[in-house]
């Protein structure tokens, strides 16, 4: 039976507000905004690609390597999307898996430049496709 709460650190976490829909939605300091902001935009993109990812991970089967990797770029995409969500800052301070740092960004480009090394030389382009696992990695990359 499906439920509306989910279980998180033995309390129940509502996946809905109850608030409505009038157009807006509110960020983590308690202002409301339109859903057609800036930054519930961005959000949501960083969502949409945390959500491809996930989907990448599962299409995936024997690479341990690929999914540490795709677990660590998820585990950031969530800290953006916190520190997006949270304009006045109110969690920044306490929550430090919220930040991403320069360190965070510096081990995703090795990841880049360790992947592409073991590829060779792209000449075309290429279409998306040839596996479950490609598409899906074809698809966030475009989100």
Known sequence: MLSGAIRRNNEDVKIYT????????????GTRVSKDHPRVAAYG??????????????????????????????RDLFGLGARLADPARKIAE???????????????????????SELPPLRRFILAGGSPA???RHVARTV
């Open 45 to 74: 993109d960083v969502d949409e690609l945390n959500a491809w990812l996930g989907f990448v991970r599962a299409a995936i089967d024997n690479d341990q390597g690929m999914v540490e990797m795709l677990d660590r770029i998820q």
């Open 18 to 29: 109850r608030t409505g829909d009038d157009g807006d939605t509110g960020l983590f300091d």
């Open 134 to 136: 490609g598409a899906a």
């Open 94 to 116: 306490r929550v430090s898996k919220a930040a991403v740092t320069p360190h965070d960004i510096g081990r995703l480009e090795q990841w880049i430049d360790l992947l592409e």
